[in-house]
């Protein structure tokens, strides 16, 4: 396996780089702090994104086709759309709070 921190070439099962020490597996060397928190904060990410699409999605649709008799033009829809979207943001880090608790 090659270090992605020095380039040097390991063998497949090495668990830390013969030349610098990093480490290559994780799953066997156990998380390093750094790691879990910069997946975590992906995650975090990845989660809240989603939310915030869904949450934009739903309130624009059902804005603009299914509620009937609401007269909103389409800056309004927008706007109401992107609250949509950060309590969608919301949900979805909530979600994954819960999840991984
Ligand atoms: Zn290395």
């Given amino acids: 396996m090659q270090c992605p921190v020095c380039n040097n070439l390991n063998a497949a099962t090495d668990v830390r780089c013969f030349q610098c020490n990093t480490t290559l597996i994780h799953e066997t060397a156990g998380h390093s702090e750094g790691y879990r928190k910069t997946t975590q904060e992906l995650d975090a990410r990845v989660y809240s994104g989603v939310g915030a699409f869904f949450g934009f999605c739903l309130v624009a649709v059902f804005l ?38």
């Fill in 64 to 101: 603009k086709f299914i509620l009937p008799g609401v007269t909103l033009d389409d800056r309004e829809i927008y706007l109401a759309a992107a609250v949509g979207a950060g309590i969608g943001g919301f949900i979805g880090r909530a979600f994954l709070r819960a999840r991984f608790k």
